[in-house]
């Protein structure tokens, strides 16, 4: 696995299970997974770490008996 492999949200959303939709409310909260924005603007690019991503889930497992 490359560790610097970055994903695109529609890619991020498709390996996490979620929409695109809640990607940007956890951006615009400022919760969730760690991202690059490129630019300032609204349209700006938006990249996810492959690697931030799998952490996530590492670090937010429950863990059953």
Same mark, same amino acid.
């Given at each position: 696995?490359?560790?610097?492999?970055?994903?695109?949200?529609?890619?991020?959303?498709? /390996?996490?299970?979620?929409?695109?939709?809640?990607?940007?409310?956890?951006?615009?909260?400022?919760?969730?997974?760690?991202?690059?924005?490129?630019?300032?603007?609204?349209?700006?690019?938006?990249?996810?770490?492959?690697?931030?991503? /799998?952490?996530?889930?590492?670090?937010?497992?429950?863990?059953?008996?």
């Amino acid at each position: 696995m490359n560790s610097h492999e970055y994903l695109s949200p529609k890619e991020a959303s498709k /390996l996490l299970g979620v929409s695109t939709h809640l990607l940007q409310k956890w951006r615009s909260l400022k919760v969730g997974i760690p991202y690059t924005k490129l630019g300032q603007s609204k349209s700006s690019v938006i990249r996810y770490l492959k690697s931030d991503i /799998l952490e996530y889930l590492d670090n937010n497992k429950i863990k059953t008996l």
